[in-house]
């Protein structure tokens, strides 16, 4: 069955990192670059950053740099998502989703994970 | 990057037709041919309903369709239906490998 499954939601305190997984099945992981979208409570989505999960390149949205880390594990076919210095306005489900092209970003994402919620409050 | 611009909130009755507007700029929408919408349902993963500006993946009704002209694209669903009922969001390329969503549409079916 191909899907994504995320980790479980988190509770942070300000300040601290959180780390979501998201497990990819039923597809090759290495073939199809991976997004990730987050979701404050009651607002829009926002596209953050992809991952190329062959070569592990990277490519994130200005407002993220240097706080949001993408990373892969080959090996289980899973992606991470790594944000730092957490603040409450970083309370949102954070969502992992597939770009269909293969080894190319066609722009779009076709399938998607549940999400992950991560609360930071103190 | 600016969030493109949608309106808050659209509706219609069973039957009818809507549309639902997705503004850019010439660095987004109106440069490059790759438009997406989304649906969402509360509490649940957004939905791929169009992409490339017009195409519908498999399984998509085609009650949805998509257009763009010059920096804005344009979501219009016929026929609608109660489970219609939800968020939808476009989301465009905005250069540098980077995307950009909109601010999402509450579409209410009366």
């Known amino acids: 069955q191909v899907q994504l499954v995320q980790s479980g939601a988190e509770v942070k305190k300000p300040g601290a990192s959180v780390k979501v997984s998201c497990k990819a099945s039923g597809y090759t992981f290495t073939g199809y670059y991976m997004h990730w979208v987050r979701q404050a409570p009651g607002q829009g989505l926002e596209w953050m950053g992809w991952i190329n999960p062959n070569s592990g390149g990277t490519n994130y949205t200005q407002k993220f740099q240097g706080r949001v880390t993408l990373t892969r594990d080959r090996s289980i076919s899973t992606a991470y998502m790594e944000v730092t210095r957490l603040t409450s306005d970083d309370t949102a489900v954070y969502y992992c989703?597939?770009?269909?092209?293969?080894?190319?970003?066609?722009?779009?994402?076709?399938?998607w994970g549940r999400g992950t919620l991560v609360t930071v409050s103190s | 990057q600016s969030a493109l611009t949608q309106p808050a909130s659209v509706s219609g009755s069973p039957g009818q037709s809507i549309t639902i507007s997705c503004t850019g700029t010439s660095s987004d929408v109106g440069n490059y041919n790759v438009v997406s919408w989304y649906q969402q349902h509360p509490g649940k993963a957004p939905k791929l309903m169009i992409y490339e500006v017009s195409k519908r993946p498999s399984g998509v009704s085609n009650r949805f369709s998509a257009s763009k002209s010059g920096n804005t694209a344009s979501l219009t669903i016929s026929g609608l239906q109660a489970e219609d009922e939800a968020n939808y969001y476009c989301?465009?390329?905005?250069?540098?490998?980077?995307?950009?969503f909109g601010g999402g549409t509450k579409l209410t079916v009366l």
């Open positions: 989703a597939r770009d269909p092209g293969y080894s190319i970003l066609e722009g779009h994402f076709d399938l």
């Open positions: 989301c465009s390329y905005a250069g540098n490998n980077v995307w950009v």
